[in-house]
């Protein structure tokens, strides 16, 4: 009977870990994810709206919408993606500490966030104000928690003097208006609403933190772009093609923006005002961005350049654009 | 100090649902207890004398009838009445000299005085060396001593039992008797003692009522002429054993209803 | 307790390492004991989020806790003494009482934030919630297996009201007290790690580590602060344990 059990407890386990070298490979479709609201993707809206991806020979899916980074990389984790938009340091953390294994394939946006305080609350002019206040994130290790830390950082402040919690960002403009918190760091839409709604003002917007930030970025899993690069390629170029059509046509992209966001046109057109669309590739950001998740503790790397080499993969970027 | 009871005209009917299904217990009780007897209630089964008592200790009320202790009328749970049960009742989560205690303990007697009043209990009930022993460490005539003191101590003036050796075996239980005689012979209490063993009553009563099946009434009232202390074998003992029997028989075999 | 009731769950982990170390299970899906080990060693060094250790962490989770638990047991055992006691009181509470029972005291936090903010007072009350129901539940039920017989026997001897409530009534019922109370802050416990998803505003609690090594994706942490919740619960369920044996002497 001891046998039995152990031996049942044993496939349970292989069962459980290790389906995942059983995949099939033939031509699939992709499980893609974005997060909820965030006009930094629109590009993928875009793209599936106008059938890039379809032009191209891919089978988009999308396959969930997210709260937060960290989130999309633990589904990652779990097998249940092929590719996301999904923020620089997200992504560079849990690949970092070895929980998913994916590549950057491409640039989504730099800058388009913001931190907010109560539109009442007239004291609170400077970063340095915030001390002994509390401040809302989407994440602990999301682009906003990182830009957050860093301005503080910059301001000569301890990250102790500011209590940062986590809330999703759709909680974040309620408990801004009730008081909850004090200020609240978020992705456009989400500021740009606070302030049509008249609950926030921008006190910092992402560009005046950190200029030319990267932000997000598109990702394929690791496994999934040795299968099938092909299809990663078919990707990237209807990426490359939605980015270019946000900026040809505004208006259009306006409504797409609409429609996924479920928002009001004025604080659309706001938000994308805020955001810079670009595909191409900083390396040095993302150094940036290792160097600061050590410094936080967040990672540890031996060998950090190795790893941005590792992570960033520009090859499939420069084969289509020198088309 | 004793008193004497007196028990005029008792009725008691439990009400039920159907208007003339109601359950009479007690068609008419009377009867008198003098200062200092030991008066045995004996009946068959479902004939009420526990209900008899329970009325007397403030436990259950009466349809009609009243009783009176001392001329005064009893209503309801009264320092004067005390009642030991079959189960012992005794609170588990006390200690042997606690449980004692407590009459003394209602009644507001300081501490010091409580203990030192219980502690001649347990040397006069023979239970030294279990005074910090939990009840359920105690056999059963242990915890029926301890019962026992605990009426005795609050001094009723008149004390109840319910067929206090019921549980017990017939070893234990006769020790027991012998036990109860010997502190009823010291404080000569007035008893009102129930049983359905009819030995028990010879040997233990000065009177025996004899109680008929419901609706109860008391068939006959008997005076026990022995001399103590008794031989539960005598001729007499005997003869008035075969009489109450014969008697108990033929209420159950032509019951009035 | 006997050395053979430690052997399941040494052979478990010493398959689980095996299974790990040979790379059947992926590392980043469970880490091996060993890592999960070294990912104890990095909560009570370094802590997560950086800078916030473990033991501090303990420290305002285990007061919550015990904030939470105090106005449950304030609550509930008098008014669970006196529904035991009041045939009209239990008709009149029973109803209230089995509708708001079943819901899980997690469903009540977003009332929670509306009404006490983000922080430790509204996780406070979700592990009230929790605690409250077991107790009351087994208190009512002390109460009411006390046997019958004791209290006539007080009566009997003339007490009155009080006596019978402070003496007959809470002694009798202090078993089964202990036990809801025992379960009460078993369920409390196992609540509280989910109320501190919600948010806590000093940064502070073991729910919130383990939130937090989620979003640093480090499995070996989140697998070492689950395990040190699970002994916490062990631990206050033994010490409960210990003072029912001793306060129940007489069982």
């Known amino acids: 009977m001891k046998r039995l059990m152990t031996a049942a407890m044993l496939f349970t386990l292989v069962a459980m870990f290790g389906t995942d070298t059983w995949a099939q490979s033939s031509a699939p479709p992709v499980r893609m994810a974005y997060l909820q609201s965030d006009i930094h993707h629109l590009a993928l809206w875009v793209a599936l709206e106008k059938g890039f991806f379809k032009v191209n020979g891919a089978d988009v899916e999308v396959k969930g919408v997210f709260k937060a980074g960290p989130e999309i990389m633990t589904a990652f984790a779990a097998g249940e993606l092929d590719m996301a938009y999904v923020g620089e340091a997200p992504s560079t953390t849990a690949v970092a500490n070895k929980a998913a294994k994916v590549v950057v394939v491409s640039q989504v946006n730099t800058e388009g966030s913001a931190l907010v305080v109560a539109k009442k609350k007239t004291n609170i002019k400077n970063l340095t104000d915030l001390q002994g206040k509390t401040v809302a994130v989407p994440g602990h290790s999301t682009v906003q928690d990182f830009l957050l830390r860093r301005a503080l950082r910059g301001s000569g402040m301890a990250l102790e003097q500011v209590n940062i919690i986590v809330l999703k960002p759709p909680e974040m403009i309620g408990a801004l208006r009730i008081g909850q918190v004090d200020a609240f760091i978020a992705w456009e839409p989400y500021p740009s609403k606070a302030d049509t709604m008249s609950v926030g003002r921008n006190l910092a917007t992402s560009k005046e933190m950190w200029p030319g930030h990267p932000c997000c970025v598109l990702v394929s899993d690791r496994g999934f772009l040795d299968r099938h690069p092909e299809t990663v390629v078919a990707v990237v170029k209807s990426h490359v093609q939605a980015t270019e059509y946000i900026h040809r046509n505004p208006e259009d992209a306006v409504k797409i923006g609409i429609k996924y966001t479920g928002m009001d046109e004025a604080t659309v057109r706001q938000a994308v005002q805020n955001v810079t669309y670009t595909y191409e590739l900083s390396l040095q950001g993302e150094k940036e961005y290792v160097q600061f998740l050590s410094e936080l503790g967040y990672i540890r790397l031996d060998n950090p350049d190795g790893f941005v080499d590792q992570f960033i993969n520009p090859d499939i970027l420069k084969g289509i654009l020198s088309q | ?257 | 307790m006997s050395w053979k009731r430690l052997l399941p769950p040494v052979v478990l982990l010493l398959v689980w390492q095996g299974l790990s170390a040979s790379g059947v299970i992926p590392e980043y899906k469970l880490p091996s004991p060993v890592a999960v080990a070294a990912g104890l060693l990095d909560l009570i060094r370094t802590g997560m989020p950086p800078g916030h250790r473990l033991h501090v962490h303990i420290y305002y989770s285990v007061q919550r806790v015990l904030w939470g638990y105090a106005l449950a047991l304030l609550a509930a055992i008098p008014l669970g003494i006196f529904m035991g006691w009041s045939r009209t009181l239990r008709n009149l509470m029973e109803p209230l009482v089995e509708m708001i029972r079943p819901v899980p005291p997690l469903a009540w936090i977003p009332l929670a934030i509306l009404w006490f903010g983000i922080g430790g007072k509204s996780a406070a009350f979700i592990i009230f919630l929790g605690a409250f129901f077991p107790i009351l539940l087994n208190t009512v039920s002390g109460v009411r297996s006390i046997d019958p017989v004791l209290i006539e026997a007080a009566r009997v001897l003339n007490a009155g009201r009080r006596f019978i409530f402070l003496k007959v009534l809470v002694p009798g019922s202090v078993p089964s007290i202990l036990t809801g109370m025992r379960i009460g802050i078993g369920i409390g416990w196992m609540t509280l790690v989910a109320a501190e998803f919600t948010g806590v505003k000093q940064g502070y609690g073991l729910g919130y580590m383990i939130m937090t090594a989620r979003d640093i994706q480090r499995s070996d942490e989140i697998i070492a602060g689950m395990m040190v919740i699970g002994l916490i619960g062990l631990g206050i369920d033994a010490c409960l344990r210990l003072a029912e044996q001793h306060l129940v002497k007489w069982r």
């Open chain 2, 1 to 257: 100090m004793a008193l004497s009871l007196e028990i005029s005209g008792l009725k008691k009917v439990y009400p039920s649902v159907a208007p003339d299904d109601n359950v009479q217990v007690f068609d008419r009780i009377d009867c008198i207890v003098e200062k200092g007897q030991f008066l045995t209630i004996v009946g068959p089964s479902g004939c009420g004398k526990t209900t008899l008592l329970r009325i007397i200790a403030g436990l259950e009320e009466v349809t009609s009838g009243e009783i009176r202790l001392d001329g005064e009328r009893l209503n309801g749970c009264n320092e004067k009445v005390g009642m030991v049960f079959q189960e012992y009742a005794l609170f588990p989560w006390r200690k042997l000299l606690p449980n004692i205690e407590v009459g003394l303990e209602i009644k507001g007697v300081p501490a010091k005085e409580r203990r030192a009043e219980a502690m001649e209990y347990v040397r006069a009930f023979g239970l030294e060396g279990f005074e910090n022993k939990y009840p359920k460490e105690l056999s059963g005539g242990m915890k029926q001593r301890v019962a026992i003191a605990r009426t005795l101590i609050a001094n009723p003036q008149i004390v109840l039992m319910d067929e206090p050796f019921g549980s017990l075996d017939s070893q234990t239980r006769n020790t027991m008797q012998n036990f109860l005689l010997k502190i009823w012979t010291e404080r000569k209490d007035t008893v009102l003692f129930v049983t359905h063993n009819v030995d028990e009553a010879v040997y233990l009563s000065d009177r025996i009522a004899v109680l008929s099946p419901r609706p109860t009434k008391i068939l006959k009232v008997f005076d026990v002429n022995l001399d103590r202390p008794r031989d539960r074998t005598s001729r007499e003992a005997n003869r008035l054993r075969r009489e109450i029997l014969a008697l108990l028989e033929h209420s159950e075999q032509y019951p009035c209803q």
